[in-house]
Structures are given as C-alpha cells and as structure tokens.
C-alpha cells in the first residue's frame, strides 16, 4: 500500500471507528434514561441512588471517553498522553463491570440497578465486550508506563469510600455484596477482591497498549 493509499485507509477507519463509538456513547445514554423513566414510572427516583451504582457511572465515563476521542479523531487531533489514560481507564472499570456482573450479580438474579433487560444487556455484557474490542483492534493508543498504573484505581477507590459511608450513614447499598447486613469482615473480603481485580485488569490493559492494534486510524495526512 502506498502512503497515500494508507492516508485514505486511515481516513476513513477514522470515520468508521469515531461513528461506531458516537453510537456506543449514545446507546449508553439511552439505555440510563429509559433505566431512569423506568425506575421513576415505579417509585420515587432518586438521582444519587440511581447514578450510585458502579455500572451505571462506568458507562457515562466510557461514553464520555468515545465522544471526547471520537471528536479528537474526526477533527484529526493528535494523540495525546491523556487521551489514551482517559481511553485506558475508561476500558478496565467497563470489564470490571462485566466481570462483576457475571461473577457476583447474574448467578443471584440481580439487575446490577438496570431492570429494563434490553438496557441491563447492553451496559453489563455489550459494552465491555465492544471496549475490549476497541482497545485491542484500533491504535489511538500508546504505550502505557507500568508506572501509571495505580492511577487506574483512584475513582473506584473513591466510589467504595462513598458507598461505604452512604451504607453507614442512610443505609443504601447499590449491591448486595456491598450490604452492610452481611458485617464489615465479609464486606472487606468483597472489597479488597475489586480492587485486587481492578489493579489485575488494569496490568492487562496497560500490557496489551503494547501490542499491535489492526485498524489504524492515525496515519498522517
């Protein structure tokens, strides 16, 4: 392929991977307002509860994440150190709900907090899926020191210290692994093990930004 064969290739992968992201990034909104309308048609809603849970914040940063490098993409931005930390957190705390999901909530029936079934799949099993996908094949990546990888762990760190105390101060737990009817020895059992979880798929993501992505979106041109 010639380089100015590899310009247009480039183009228009860089079209066709910011679209299917823009798309993701939209479904996922979709799928946390019908969550939303569906919870208020039944109860009072209530916002902090509602956007307490781990899967639903994952999602809206993972949608975040495609639009703002999805734009970056389309206007031909270069990539940035940032972006791809954004990128890279954005797609180990999604696995993490995949894997918690179907590890710790399936087996017992519970929605996770996303009783609409159409939008439970898409936010518990499609859109891990889709951001193991997209980090492994498109190369709006760079290398990732080992170094920076306990900046992986900053948000859920601080989401379970804000759980924990919701769950001392008015009693809400987002999921039942997190009840403080089971005792803080077994809470801290579960606790230890995300994070154990979330630094192991952290390593993963940072070891596989090594690798060779096959759809290039960043030939110059």
Known sequence: ??????????????????????????????????????VASRTRL???????????????????????????????????????????????????????????LAPLGAAGGVPVPWANVLLHIIAPLYAVIDWLTVDDRRRLAASRLPVILIYPALWLVVILIR??????????????AIGY?????????ILVAMLAVGAIVFATSRLPASISVTTSG
């Open 1 to 38: 392929m010639s380089k100015d064969e590899g310009v247009v290739a480039a183009g228009n992968s860089r079209r066709v991977v910011a679209a299917i992201r823009l798309l993701v990034a939209a479904a996922i909104v979709v799928a946390v307002i019908v969550t939303a309308l569906d």
């Open 46 to 104: 209530n916002v902090f509860n509602l956007f307490g849970y781990f899967t639903i914040q994952s999602n809206l940063i993972l949608g975040v994440t495609y639009v703002i490098v999805s734009v970056g993409l389309l206007r031909r931005r270069p990539i940035t150190p940032a972006s791809v930390m954004l990128r890279a957190c954005a797609t180990g705390y999604i696995i993490i709900v995949g894997i918690v999901y179907a590890v710790l």
């Open 167 to 180: 769950g001392a101060t008015d009693g809400w737990f987002p999921y039942p692994f997190l009840d403080p």
């Open 185 to 193: 020895g077994a809470m801290s059992v579960y606790i230890v093990g």
